[in-house]
């Protein structure tokens, strides 16, 4: 009865360690996107942000909440229909109100790679009107108001800029150069990217439209709202 015990198993090699890990998260991401696409489609409700929030170094509050998105409903969600139907590339069709701001509309469309998501990040592409509207973009076939040199940096703050927080290839944090491991709020902000994207745009778009407003109350470059148009825009188009 007084035999050794036999000594604990060696940790598994390093490499090993770091496939676990890979697909733990993988595992982690697939359930976040399901959670964000759920509350998205079913629910019509944007999501909050969990606490560890947005860009590093952002000021969220403690709670995660953001106030930009009390300001606003989800009117649609939608899958479109897909081309090819083993690719698991899904296109979704986006429309949301402002509630306080009467014409303050703002449509996109998102395209993800469920497969692939956190990864490959969702892309956007900002429109004017939906995309199963195929008369109403022949009709309205004019750049809407937003269409300017500042929607284009929105969708470069969206499909880059912000892209730039990720954890890289190799493992290291952009902004500390910590280890993956050692970074969980950038992994949180991976997983979360979907709904990080969904908060910029909403807050961007407000002060766009927040400026364009005041240029035109003050009289620079107004012009008579026309259209589809769904603020008085004056910003210079490129």
Known sequence: GGGKQAPPPPPPPATT?????????????????????????????????????????????ADGKSSVISSWQ???????????KHSSLFTFDLHCKNKTTPRLDVRAL????????????PRWTLTSSPASDTSSRKQHNASPPLHNAAWKMMEKSLNHDLLSMLPT??????????????????????????VGQFHKLLKEWEQVAAASAS????????????????VPTNLSRT
Request: proline fraction near 8%; charged fraction near 25%; aromatic fraction near 4%.
């Open 17 to 61: 360690r770091a496939i676990i890990r890979t697909l733990q998260r993988k595992i982690r991401a697939n359930a976040t996107l399901k959670y964000i696409l759920q509350s998205l489609q079913q629910h019509k409700k944007i999501p909050n942000l969990p606490r560890t929030d947005l860009e590093p170094g952002s000021t969220a509050p």
């Open 110 to 121: 998102v395209e993800i790679d469920k497969a692939r998501y956190p990864e490959v990040p």
């Open 169 to 194: 290839e190799n493992g290291q944090s952009p902004t500390t150069g910590a280890s993956n491991a050692a970074n969980e709020s950038s992994l949180l902000f991976a997983e979360w990217i979907l």
């Open 74 to 84: 989800l009117v649609m969600f939608a899958q479109l229909p897909q081309s090819d």
């Open 215 to 230: 240029r035109t109350t003050n009289g620079i470059g107004a012009r008579p709202v026309k259209g589809r148009d769904r």
